[in-house]
C-alpha cells in the first residue's frame, strides 16, 4: 500500500492519516475535504490534499471514506469509474448495512465495510490523534463477495494504527452497535435535556458529580454527525430504543408498586452485567478499582504511574475519561492485590489527590 487516499479529514480521517504518516514514512498519504480551512489544516498532515475527491483517488492502492456515514453511498457511486481497477476500498462509518451493499454496487469485491470503535466527544480535524485506535476494536464487515486479499488490506491498516480487526457481518454490527454507542448518545442527551429543563437549571448543573458528568459526557458530541450516524442505522435504533424503554417502564413498575427486592435484583443483574462486560481474564491477586478526580495538566498520569512504580503496585487496568468543561478529569486504575493498592491509594492522598476505592471492579483472580 504505497499510496493511501482519505476521503475527509476530519476527526477519524484525519487521525487516520496522522497514524499512517507517524508509523509507515513510505506511504504517500492523499486527502480530500470539501471544506478550505480543514484543508489547510490537512495539508499538515498529508502528503497532498485537494477539494477533488476524484483527484484524490486517482492511483491510490487503498481509498478510505471517512465522510460523514450517510454520504458514503453516494461517494462511492461518484468514486466507481476512478478508482484504479486494483485498489481496495474501505469507510469508517458507524452503519454498515446501507454501506455495504453501496460499496460492493460500486466496487465489488475490492470493498470492505470498516468501523473503528474509537473516537471523541470532539469533532474535526483539530482533535485528531494519531494514537487514537491504540488497542482499539477495528469491526470489519466482510460478506461472501469479499475478496480475501482485500479484507487483508483494511485489516493490516487497521494493525498498523495499533488497532485490533474483528470481523462482524453487518446487520449484527449495525444492531450492536445501535446498543453499545448509538442509544447510548441518545441517552446521554435526553439526561442532559431532563437537567437542564429543571426549574433552578444553573443551581443544578452546578451541583452535577462525576457521575452525571461522566454518563452525559457524550452529549457534547457533534448534532449534524449523529443526525447522519442515527439516520443510517435508524431501524435498528429504534429496536434498541424500544428495549431501552421497556426496561425502563419496567423499573418504573417496580418503584410504582413498591417491589423494592425486585429493583435492587434487577439493578444487581445489571451492574454484575457491566462487570463482566469490561472484564479482565485472570489476575494474580484480588482486583481492586482506585478512581480520582485528576486536572486536565500534562504529567498527571506519569505523577500516579511513577508512585505506583515506586511502590511496586501492578496496574492491571487504565482509563482516563476527559472532561468537555475542561479543567478535570477522572483516572481510573486497577491494581492487583488489596495490600497494594491501600499503599498506592494512601500515597496519591499524600500527594493531594482524592482516592476512591472499590473492591469489586469485575476482575477474577487466579486464586
Same mark, same amino acid.
Given at each position: 500500500?504505497?499510496?493511501?487516499?482519505?476521503?475527509?479529514? =476530519?476527526?477519524?480521517?484525519?487521525?487516520?492519516?496522522?497514524?499512517?504518516?507517524?508509523?509507515?514514512?513510505?506511504?504517500?498519504?492523499?486527502?480530500?475535504?470539501?471544506?478550505?480551512?480543514?484543508?489547510?489544516?490537512?495539508?499538515?498532515?498529508?502528503?497532498?490534499?485537494?477539494?477533488?475527491?476524484?483527484?484524490?483517488?486517482?492511483?491510490?492502492?487503498?481509498?478510505?471514506?471517512?465522510?460523514?456515514?450517510?454520504?458514503?453511498?453516494?461517494?462511492?457511486?461518484?468514486?466507481?469509474?476512478?478508482?484504479?481497477?486494483?485498489?481496495?476500498?474501505?469507510?469508517?462509518?458507524?452503519?454498515?448495512?446501507?454501506?455495504?451493499?453501496?460499496?460492493?454496487?460500486?466496487?465489488?469485491?475490492?470493498?470492505?465495510?470498516?468501523?473503528?470503535?474509537?473516537?471523541?466527544?470532539?469533532?474535526?480535524?483539530?482533535?485528531?490523534?494519531?494514537?487514537?485506535?491504540?488497542?482499539?476494536?477495528?469491526?470489519?464487515?466482510?460478506?461472501?463477495?469479499?475478496?480475501?486479499?482485500?479484507?487483508?488490506?483494511?485489516?493490516?491498516?487497521?494493525?498498523?494504527?495499533?488497532?485490533?480487526?474483528?470481523?462482524?457481518?453487518?446487520?449484527?454490527?449495525?444492531?450492536?452497535?445501535?446498543?453499545?454507542?448509538?442509544?447510548?448518545?441518545?441517552?446521554?442527551?435526553?439526561?442532559?435535556?431532563?437537567?437542564?429543563?429543571?426549574?433552578?437549571?444553573?443551581?443544578?448543573?452546578?451541583?452535577?458529580?462525576?457521575?452525571?458528568?461522566?454518563?452525559?459526557?457524550?452529549?457534547?458530541?457533534?448534532?449534524?454527525?449523529?443526525?447522519?450516524?442515527?439516520?443510517?442505522?435508524?431501524?435498528?435504533?429504534?429496536?434498541?430504543?424500544?428495549?431501552?424503554?421497556?426496561?425502563?417502564?419496567?423499573?418504573?413498575?417496580?418503584?410504582?408498586?413498591?417491589?423494592?427486592?425486585?429493583?435492587?435484583?434487577?439493578?444487581?443483574?445489571?451492574?454484575?452485567?457491566?462487570?463482566?462486560?469490561?472484564?479482565?481474564?485472570?489476575?494474580?491477586?484480588?482486583?481492586?478499582?482506585?478512581?480520582?478526580?485528576?486536572?486536565?495538566?500534562?504529567?498527571?498520569?506519569?505523577?500516579?504511574?511513577?508512585?505506583?512504580?515506586?511502590? =511496586?503496585?501492578?496496574?492491571?487496568?487504565?482509563?482516563?475519561?476527559?472532561?468537555?468543561?475542561?479543567?478535570?478529569?477522572?483516572?481510573?486504575?486497577?491494581?492487583?492485590?488489596?495490600?497494594?493498592?491501600?499503599?498506592?491509594?494512601?500515597?496519591?492522598?499524600?500527594?493531594?489527590?482524592?482516592?476512591?476505592?472499590?473492591?469489586?471492579?469485575?476482575?477474577?483472580?487466579?486464586?
Amino acid at each position: 500500500m504505497s499510496h493511501i487516499a482519505v476521503l475527509g479529514t =476530519g476527526l477519524i480521517g484525519g487521525s487516520i492519516a496522522l497514524g499512517v504518516r507517524a508509523r509507515r514514512a513510505d506511504i504517500e498519504l492523499v486527502g480530500y475535504d470539501p471544506d478550505s480551512a480543514t484543508r489547510a489544516r490537512a495539508a499538515e498532515l498529508v502528503d497532498r490534499v485537494t477539494e477533488d475527491p476524484i483527484a484524490a483517488v486517482r492511483g491510490a492502492a487503498l481509498v478510505v471514506l471517512a465522510v460523514p456515514v450517510d454520504r458514503i453511498p453516494a461517494a462511492c457511486a461518484v468514486l466507481a469509474a476512478h478508482v484504479d481497477p486494483t485498489a481496495v476500498v474501505t469507510d469508517v462509518g458507524s452503519a454498515k448495512v446501507e454501506v455495504v451493499a453501496a460499496g460492493e454496487a460500486a466496487f465489488g469485491e475490492r470493498f470492505v465495510g470498516g468501523h473503528p470503535m474509537a473516537g471523541s466527544e470532539r469533532h474535526g480535524i483539530e482533535a485528531a490523534d494519531g494514537s487514537l485506535f491504540d488497542d482499539a476494536w477495528w469491526i470489519l464487515t466482510p460478506t461472501e463477495t469479499t475478496h480475501p486479499d482485500a479484507y487483508g488490506r483494511v485489516a493490516a491498516l487497521a494493525g498498523d494504527l495499533g488497532a485490533r480487526a474483528v470481523a462482524v457481518d453487518p446487520p449484527t454490527h449495525d444492531a450492536l452497535v445501535a446498543r453499545l454507542s448509538h442509544v447510548p448518545q441518545l441517552t446521554a442527551s435526553a439526561l442532559v435535556d431532563v437537567a437542564a429543563g429543571a426549574g433552578d437549571r444553573d443551581a443544578l448543573l452546578e451541583l452535577a458529580a462525576g457521575g452525571f458528568r461522566d454518563v452525559t459526557r457524550i452529549a457534547a458530541s457533534d448534532p449534524a454527525l449523529w443526525v447522519a450516524i442515527l439516520r443510517s442505522n435508524s431501524s435498528a435504533v429504534l429496536d434498541a430504543l424500544g428495549r431501552v424503554g421497556g426496561a425502563l417502564e419496567d423499573a418504573a413498575a417496580m418503584i410504582r408498586g413498591d417491589r423494592w427486592d425486585e429493583l435492587a435484583a434487577w439493578l444487581d443483574r445489571a451492574r454484575r452485567a457491566r462487570l463482566e462486560l469490561f472484564a479482565k481474564p485472570v489476575l494474580g491477586a484480588e482486583p481492586v478499582a482506585l478512581a480520582l478526580p485528576v486536572p486536565d495538566r500534562p504529567g498527571v498520569l506519569a505523577e500516579v504511574t511513577t508512585a505506583a512504580g515506586r511502590l =511496586g503496585a501492578n496496574i492491571e487496568d487504565l482509563r482516563i475519561i476527559h472532561s468537555t468543561e475542561g479543567g478535570r478529569g477522572r483516572l481510573e486504575l486497577v491494581i492487583a492485590g488489596k495490600g497494594a493498592a491501600a499503599e498506592l491509594a494512601a500515597a496519591l492522598t499524600g500527594l493531594g489527590y482524592r482516592v476512591e476505592v472499590a473492591e469489586d471492579p469485575g476482575l477474577e483472580t487466579s486464586g
